[in-house]
């Protein structure tokens, strides 16, 4: 039988990348004890892998493909084929950035103030990319964690990954520049992407992926309207593209469908109302496959 080998991020990104797998249909479950999740398709195995490493090991071929942060593939430097951007995060549904960073009392205003300077980071190679792009020198050392409590005493500045910037914040840090923006990405192996059986596995797995990332936060809506009132509702419901409308058994009746984002919801019932719709229905989403 084949069969994929896919490597799931373990860590930060672990559990988001779990719930996602569940809204577009696949049910992981995690032994603690475990890197080799279960999967409840047989054409699929799962291990869990740090994102830090995945790229290496999608490029050596140990598993066909994975999910990993688009830093990480610059920081390997690793030859993979980047199938599909998931745009999504620890937190949110979105990009992260990699900040340079430094006390909010000190005097740099700039990457060029660090000349001469330590900089602390996980992300060493792409660090020392970027300060030669800028005609730095700097001392670039690894840091094994907890990176954002460094400065002063063990490095000038750091350059530390951050969604919101909140915990840079909270650590007395300001952000100088932007070193790069990440998404996780979906990776293959360029042999497994040749072969047929495994890139045709791999597009449904992404598109199912996506059809889950693109359904977060939002929902059907489902009404019934006269058809002399149906300009009027129409003109209050947005949509991905126009509102599915079909007969029903009493033609003077249509029944309206479509996708709205969740937190909008509260304020366009209430104006459906007005417009004469009767029979509303709100329900979740999992997918939508555009």
Do not use: H
């Not at 199938?83 to 430094?102: N, P, S």
């Not at 497994?192 to 939002?218: F, P």
């Amino acid at each position: 039988m084949n069969q994929l080998k896919l490597g799931l991020p373990k860590g930060s990104l672990q559990e988001a990348s779990l719930q996602l797998f569940r809204r577009a249909g696949y049910e992981i479950n995690v032994n603690p004890r475990s890197y080799f999740p279960s999967i409840d398709d047989e054409e699929i195995e799962c291990m869990l892998i740090r994102a830090q490493e995945m790229a290496r090991y999608v490029e050596d071929g140990i598993l066909d493909a994975g999910l990993t942060g688009k830093d990480w593939i610059l920081e390997n430097q690793a030859t993979v084929v980047e199938v599909a951007d998931l745009i999504y995060a620890k937190q949110t549904f979105g990009t992260v950035r990699w900040v340079l960073a430094v006390p909010e009392k000190s005097s740099f205003q700039n990457v060029k103030d660090l000349e001469g300077k330590i900089i602390a980071t996980e992300l060493v190679n792409v660090t020392k990319r970027y300060l030669a792009q800028n005609g730095v020198k700097a001392k670039v050392e690894f840091s094994w964690g907890a990176t954002e409590v460094k400065p002063p005493v063990l490095a000038d500045a750091i350059v530390e990954v951050t969604e919101t910037g909140s915990s840079l914040r909270a650590n007395g840090l300001r952000i100088m520049e932007t070193v790069l923006e990440s998404n996780t990405k979906f990776i293959a192996n360029p042999a497994a992407w040749d072969d047929s059986w495994k890139r045709k596995k791999m597009e449904t797995v992404v598109m199912l992926l996506q059809g889950a990332i693109e359904a977060a936060g939002k929902v059907g809506l489902m009404l019934n309207v006269r058809r002399v009132d149906l300009d009027k509702v129409l003109a209050v419901l947005p949509a991905l593209k126009q509102p599915t409308i079909s007969n029903l058994s009493d033609p003077e009746w249509v029944a309206v469908n479509t996708v709205i984002d969740e937190k909008t919801v509260r304020e366009i019932i209430p104006r459906l109302k007005e417009a004469n719709a009767q029979g509303i229905v709100e329900y979740p989403l999992n997918k939508i496959v555009i």
